[in-house]
């Protein structure tokens, strides 16, 4: 299986993201889209295929959301998209792409629909939420 995750490893969810994908068995293609920034193209795509647009797309916390003036209801998809390409960070994560289609992975959790096998438990978050119990049974 094939899988993309679009990470930002100073993100406790993107992280959990990433391991639960490994723990699967799945050793993912990582873009690490802070340093790589993104494309229009790229941007649309991944939007069109999580289902967000732009505004469902903006990262508000932790991010010059705010300070950009993108919160106000009048700022348009254009300008989010024009200020997503200029400020990667404002893209909210961590967003996965596989076979089975893409997803914002947030929960954490949400990736476990996109992916072939669910990864042997038990299985925790980094803040020791079972995910999955010592049976393999999803709890989350």
């Known amino acids: 299986m094939s899988v993309v995750i679009h990470h930002n490893p100073d993100c406790g969810t993107s992280r959990n993201v990433l391991a639960i994908i490994k723990a699967s068995g799945v050793e993912p293609v990582v873009i690490p889209y802070l340093d ?3 494309t229009r193209g790229q941007l649309l795509g991944l939007f069109a295929a999580a289902g967000l ?3 469902s797309a ?3 916390k932790r991010s010059p959301a705010e300070a950009l003036g993108l919160l106000d209801p009048d700022v348009g998809d254009e300008a989010l998209l024009a200020a997503m390409l200029e400020h990667p960070i404002l893209v909210n994560r961590p967003i996965v792409c596989t076979p089975k289609g893409v997803r914002l ?3 954490s959790e949400a990736v476990l629909d996109l992916l072939d096998h669910l990864p042997p438990g038990p299985l925790t978050k980094e803040d020791g939420s079972l995910l999955i ?3 393999g049974n999803r709890v989350a």
Do not use: F, S
Request: glycine fraction near 6%; charged fraction near 35%.
């Open 36 to 38: 790589t920034g993104w």
């Open 53 to 55: 647009t732009p505004r």
């Open 58 to 60: 903006l990262r508000v």
């Open 105 to 107: 992975c947030r929960p």
């Open 133 to 135: 119990d010592a049976e």
